[in-house]
Structures are given as structure tokens and as C-alpha cells.
């Protein structure tokens, strides 16, 4: 019951958000959420951040960090927040 009280307190931190941002500047797009365990998300971003520093340069590359830094603390894709969702 510990283990999960503790678990709580840390997620969503402003130290674990930091801790996903350094990851996701210095290791590799896609880190944070390897952090939050979503590995098939962060298989995703490492690919797609790959090809877009192929195509477009290191602009395509911080693309997919922040995208991923994005869906990892807010939920949402970067682009969900300038592209308004459609309500059936």
C-alpha cells in the first residue's frame, strides 16, 4: 500500500517531468515514455524522430521529443492542441 501512496506522490512531479525532459533532449525522443512504460509509444517516436531528421533535419527530430514529452504528461499529441477534435 506504501509502494503505491509513493508512486502517486512521485508522478506527475516537477522533478519527473524534468527527469522526462532531459531524457527526451539528451538520450532519445520517445524516452519519457519509456519512463512511464509505454514502450510500443516510445518504439514510435524513436522511428518516426529518425526518419524526420532524415527528411527535414534536426527540426523533425525535436518534433518528436516534444510530441512525445507531450502525449507522456498531458495525454494529447503536440498537434491535438492547435487542431480542434471533432465531437460525434
Known amino acids: 500500500m ?3 501512496q ?3 506522490l512521485v508522478n506527475g512531479t516537477p522533478i519527473l517531468n524534468g527527469v ?3 531524457g ?3 538520450a532519445f525522443p ?3 515514455l519509456v519512463i ?3 514502450i510500443k509509444g516510445a518504439a514510435l517516436h524513436i522511428v518516426g524522430a529518425s526518419a ?3 527528411l527535414f533535419g534536426p527540426i523533425g527530430w525535436f518534433y518528436f521529443a516534444a510530441d512525445s514529452f507531450s502525449k507522456s504528461v498531458s495525454g494529447k499529441n503536440l498537434h491535438e492542441y492547435f487542431v480542434p ?3 460525434a
Open 2 to 4: 506504501a509502494e503505491v
Open 6 to 8: 509513493n508512486a502517486n
Open 20 to 22: 522526462k525532459a532531459a
Open 24 to 26: 527526451e533532449a539528451f
Open 30 to 32: 520517445g524516452a519519457s
Open 36 to 38: 512511464d512504460g509505454n
Open 52 to 54: 524526420a531528421r532524415v
Open 85 to 87: 477534435s471533432k465531437t
